[in-house]
């Protein structure tokens, strides 16, 4: 074998290795990154009903879309959850630490984007088909048939967060006390008619997308 194509697949070899180490830094990283504690008290401020463990549970799930935001890369990726929304405010706030945190963690800066609903109860726009289906595939949910909703959508209605987001796993459940007011989570990745393009690839979801368990 000619000594250059030696090199070329050395290199390649040791590219890979090289990004596959970095990739699993980044999300080391996230997972074990401690917040400042004063984002907790920002948090409080603006929800004083939530007791520490809801509020180490928003933490967490905080976490997650930082999680998810990576693993989209350069793809734009919603913040679906009011509450969420204001951790990740508080901690901007402390702009040196967020800075150091986004370029070891995410590898990029990640600016700050409002929170962002469906556009309706069965339309969903780009990025929060892609942090659906993103978050689905963190906590092992099937994005076309959840068996429930992952945290990042379910927490507003979870905590009682009086202007946050709610999302229902089966929006046909006529016994559901919300039926006819929350967002449709089962529509996420369904264009209308439900079928079409889901975040970056194709589905046809059919009748499963109405939110039949």
């Not at 945190?101 to 590898?107: D, E, L, P, Q, W």
């Not at 006529?174 to 975040?199: D, L, T």
Request: hydrophobic share 35%; aromatic share 12%.
């Amino acid at each position: 074998m000619d000594i250059s194509i030696i090199i070329v697949i050395g290199v390649f070899i040791w590219l890979g290795f090289y990004f596959y180490n970095q990739h699993k830094k980044r999300i080391a990283f996230i997972e074990s990154f401690e917040f400042p504690v004063s984002i907790k008290k920002g948090v409080n401020t603006s929800y004083p009903h939530l007791n520490n463990e809801q509020i180490e549970l928003v933490l967490d799930t905080l976490r997650t879309f930082f999680l998810i935001s990576y693993k989209a890369k350069l793809k734009p990726v919603a913040m679906p959850s009011q509450v969420v929304d204001v951790a990740w405010h508080q901690f901007i706030l402390f702009t040196k630490n967020y800075e150091v945190f986004c370029k070891k963690g995410i590898g990029r800066f990640l600016h700050h984007t409002p929170t962002e609903a469906m556009k309706s109860r069965t339309t969903a726009q780009e990025g929060i088909k892609r942090a659906w289906r993103l978050s689905c595939h963190l906590e092992s949910i099937n994005p076309k048939l959840p068996i429930r909703l992952p945290m990042l959508f379910a927490i507003d209605s979870e905590l009682k967060i009086e202007d946050g987001f709610f999302y229902s796993k089966n929006c046909k459940d006529r016994s559901s006390p919300n039926y006819g007011n929350n967002y449709c989570a089962s529509h996420i990745g369904c264009s209308s008619g439900c079928s079409g393009s889901s975040g970056d690839s194709t589905s046809s979801c059919g009748s499963s997308c109405g939110g039949g368990d």
